[in-house]
């Protein structure tokens, strides 16, 4: 297993009674951007959220998530308890929510935000601003000194995408989930904002991180992620490099998937996403 | 424009239901418009104008030692019972002597005082207990919204004077009961409030950076649940100003002898029907101009609440 930060086996996820999540397998690299694609409701954010201790009260986890912390040291992030789960979040496991603007306070500035994620995980009074403008300009946000004393509400859809994702690499996480985390942004600052979260992972001091991309979308994964997994009825159907899936779809699922997103090809039938096997029931 | 606008609605009806039985003529503007009732204060100009009573209000009571020119308990038997406008007594003098227009003025201290003191007190106590409530287990927080529901559906009155009466007569006193009388609407609402807010995008956030629990609760929870409280808070002056009249001249509240508006009334009671209609009517006049005020400042803030979107 060496080389994965993240190895998940066996993970099942029961919320209300319902096995949403069933058995999942997946092993994210060093180095690599990951994207967990799959459709509405199949259960991709739940599996990211399980994964932090996030998911909705009363979800049932069992299996195993491995999460390596260097020096031959692991925590299994299924079994820690909630105090160590939260020592993790923000510190070695980076999450950037969809909704940007909704997920800063509007009572705070961004400033203020960076300051108390910095202080949560210990860094010190004095040198949580200097740490906090490194997070805005390493996030591509240009003038973060003006941004720092400014209130969400003042920021642009891009720029709360940024800032959200400079919050969640504050800390240099040695994983970064990032959940649909482009779907409302124009083309442009899409891929801003997919080139940072890359960068993190393929950077020169990247070697020991992952990212891991939910998303719905497969020409931002194609585009973006180095391997693919993709994830139906609770567990992964197809994995395999980007390049790989793509051009060659093994799943039935994942073939429908490439078929409507490809700009080229025919256009997917009616009734053939109602019919692809393992569908969600 | 809120007022043409109602106009314009009233003649549509008036032309739809023909029960007026004034055909609209176009062009002329229509008579019954006048006839609408004008609007309770409480825009942003009622605000404006209720504040600036308040102000006053607040004013005369710090001054009351230079505006006064008597001592509020000190008794004159040549100069008892004096109509208003009476010279050397602008608002005339009661049964004892004493010069009504200081007493007005040291009463506002002590009403005022004692409303403000309150309703601070049932606002912190609230607002502590129903947020604390919505993050606490299951069972608390139903046993504490449980409580609150109880307490309401108790005649309130009933409990401020036991308590009152228990305690002797003091502000410390009046202040303590009116807290325990009127935490529970507070206690609700942030309670509301707080629960609404776990659920939103900015709170989950918070959660995976790994702040704790603590941090979550005070600088994001409590926070953003501030506004519809601060709406409620202001109407909580109007009802501690009330109480503390009612227990004041119920005998429980601000100790005899002392100014206050209720003690005022207290005294004047006995007077309602012989002839000295002012003792009664300027403290009346006083608590009711401050409870009137105190609403359209509290009107104003939810409607400037509701104009950014929030709907409580």
Known sequence: MSGAVLAVSGLRVRVGGRTVVDGLDLVLPAGRAT?????????????????????????????????????GRTVDLLAAPPDRLRALRGREIGYVFQEAQASLNPTITVGAH????????????????????????????????ALYRAYPFELSGGQAQRVALALARALRPRLLIADEVTSALDPVTQAGVLDVLRADAAGPDGSGRALLLVTHDLAVAGRWADRIAVLDGGRIVEEGPARAVLAAPRHPLTAALVR?????????????FAEAPGAVR | MDRQVIGAEAAEAAAEGGGAGVPPRPGAPAPWTARLPPRVPGGRAGA??????????????????????????????????????????????????????????????????????????????????GALAAVAPRWLD????????????????LVALTLAAVAGPSPATVVAAITVTGWMPVALIARAEVKALRGRPFVRA???????????????????????????????????????????????????????WGNMLTDARALLLTGQWYTVALPSAAIVLLIVAVNAVATGLERRGAGEGRTW
């Open chain 1, 114 to 145: 960076l300051a108390e994620t910095l202080g949560a995980h210990g860094v010190p009074r004095g040198r949580r601003r200097e740490r906090g403008l490194a997070a805005l300009r390493g996030a591509g946000l240009d003038d973060p000194a």
């Open chain 2, 206 to 260: 918070a959660r995976s950076l790994g702040l704790t629990r603590t941090r979550i609760f005070l600088r994001h929870l409590v926070p953003n649940a501030l506004p519809p409280i601060a709406a409620v808070a202001a109407f909580e002056v109007g009802h501690a100003v009330l109480t503390e009249s009612t227990l004041s001249f119920l005998g429980v509240g601000i100790p005899p002898n002392t100014p206050s």
């Open chain 1, 260 to 272: 409507a997103a490809g700009p080229l090809g025919p256009p997917p039938d009616p009734g053939e």
């Open chain 2, 142 to 157: 139903t046993a504490v919204a449980r409580t609150a529901d109880a307490l309401l559906a108790l005649p309130m009155i």
């Open chain 1, 35 to 71: 994207a967990l694609v799959g459709r509405s409701g199949s259960g991709k954010s739940l599996t990211a959220r399980s994964l932090l201790g996030l998911a909705p009260r009363g979800a049932e986890r069992s299996g195993e998530a491995l999460l390596d912390l260097g020096g």
């Open chain 2, 48 to 129: 404006a104008v209720a504040l600036g009573v308040l102000g006053a209000m607040a004013l005369s009571a710090l001054l009351a030692p230079v505006l006064a020119g008597h001592d509020p308990v000190a008794t004159d038997t040549s100069a008892t019972a004096l109509p208003p406008g009476s010279p050397g007594h602008p608002l005339g003098t009661d049964q004892l002597g004493r010069d009504l227009l200081a007493r007005m003025l040291y009463g506002a201290r002590y009403s005022l005082a004692v409303g403000v003191a309150a309703s601070a007190a049932t606002v912190l106590l609230g607002t502590a207990v």
